[in-house]
């Protein structure tokens, strides 16, 4: 079995994210055709976040219903409940196995039967509420509340992955539908990224589409009017990987009536989850000078210089909510403008 670090059992806040996972996200509903595909994959990725949010409190509950229903079964078939199962003959056994397997069928039957009524999610929630306060005693021990650390993290870097590729497609998208004004670059790649190195050359954007390889351009069938979006990205003009050149590939390409758009980059929630996210990837958790330097001036979980930076339901839960909402409004920033310009 692998060593466990040296941890410190503390509250882990687990039940803020069951709460979150409850939360109606309510993710956009983009109607226009271009980017629909990328609305779709980012739904996708986080629902993937959300159900392993509740997937320790599906297995509780799940745990506890079956040894419930089990006992019941026992009950019936025998008229009382042993502490030993072993003790239990292998005839009354099946009996019993039997018993259980009808109760937990027609339970199940019931509870799909109230799937989409007006009750449902007050019920799941209350069944995975439930659930989550029998996991706190898990969380007591070093080896429980460690294991329970590596989920928050998976949080973390899950909802970061579905922000950051979102980005790159949103944008690739936009100038694909739109590549009369976005596609000439010409807007300044400093306007909402003080850290950005220099404005971009719009005479190295002419001369790199002069220079468009055959084998891209065969790729799109020779129409690179919906594909300059696709062929900047393929060309590696911006990382889609850095948050700071991903403000510069929007400042860019969007170069008038940019409002909304610059505000929903430039929210702080996308730098808060970034400076998580790379922290728990690239230092092990720990917090390094830089993750020091942003506790400065974001709003992220607290540490000291080498220690580890203290996750919990709580603090992970506002840094996903954050990050989820400024993500709703880029999106719906972006197709409106593609809409009426």
């Known amino acids: 079995m692998a060593s466990i670090p040296d941890f410190s059992v503390r509250?882990?806040?687990?039940?803020?994210?069951?709460?979150?996972?409850?939360?109606?996200?309510?993710?956009?509903?983009?109607?226009l055709p271009s980017l629909v595909p990328v609305a779709k994959a980012f739904r996708a990725n986080i629902a993937r976040v959300r159900f392993l949010m509740l997937l320790p409190t599906s297995i509780a509950g799940g745990m506890a219903l079956t040894q419930r229903v089990n006992d019941i079964a026992e009950f019936e078939v025998t008229g009382s409940v042993v502490q030993d199962e072993s003790s239990i003959a292998s005839n009354?056994?099946?009996?019993?196995?039997?018993?259980?397997?009808?109760?937990?069928?027609a339970h199940n039957?019931?509870?799909?039967?109230?799937?989409?009524?007006?009750d449902w999610d007050e019920k799941a929630g209350e069944f995975h509420f439930a659930a989550a306060k029998s996991l706190d005693g898990?969380?007591?021990?070093?080896?429980?509340?460690?294991?329970?650390?590596?989920?928050?993290?998976?949080?973390?870097t899950g909802t970061w992955t579905a922000i950051e590729t979102m980005l790159g497609d949103l944008w690739e998208a936009a100038l694909n539908a739109h590549p009369d004004v976005l596609s000439s670059l010409k807007g300044n790649a400093t306007r909402t990224n003080s850290s950005s190195k220099g404005a971009f050359d719009q005479s190295?954007?002419?001369?790199?589409?002069?220079?468009?390889?055959?084998?891209?351009?065969?790729?799109?069938?020779f129409d690179l009017r919906?594909?300059?979006?696709?062929?900047?990205?393929?060309?590696?003009?911006?990382?889609?990987?850095r948050l700071s050149s991903i403000r510069e590939a929007y400042a860019s390409a969007f170069s008038e009536k940019f409002g909304r758009i610059d505000k929903a980059l430039g929210n702080k929630a996308l730098d808060e989850l970034s400076a998580v996210r790379n922290?728990?990837?690239?230092?092990?958790?720990?917090?390094?000078?830089?993750?020091?330097?942003?506790l400065r001036r974001l709003d992220i979980p607290k540490s000291e210089l080498g220690k580890p930076v203290l996750l919990d339901g709580e603090n992970v839960s506002k840094l996903i909510r954050n990050a989820i909402g400024t993500s709703k409004d880029l999106m719906i920033a972006v197709e409106d403008w593609i809409t009426r310009y």
Not at 92 to 105: F, H, M, N, Y
Not at 231 to 239: D, L, P, T, V
């Open 92 to 105: 009354v056994a099946v009996k019993i196995t039997k018993r259980r397997s009808e109760i937990l069928g």
């Open 226 to 241: 919906s594909s300059m979006g696709s062929i900047f990205r393929q060309q590696r003009r911006f990382e889609f990987t």
């Open 11 to 31: 509250d882990l806040k687990l039940q803020e994210i069951t709460k979150l996972a409850h939360e109606n996200w309510e993710l956009p509903d983009i109607k």
């Open 109 to 118: 039957a019931a509870t799909l039967a109230r799937m989409g009524q007006s």
């Open 138 to 156: 898990l969380t007591e021990t070093p080896i429980g509340a460690y294991g329970f650390l590596d989920i928050l993290v998976a949080h973390t």
């Open 204 to 221: 190295n954007a002419k001369l790199e589409l002069k220079s468009i390889p055959l084998s891209l351009v065969e790729k799109h069938r």
């Open 279 to 294: 922290v728990m990837v690239h230092r092990a958790g720990f917090a390094d000078p830089e993750y020091m330097g942003k």
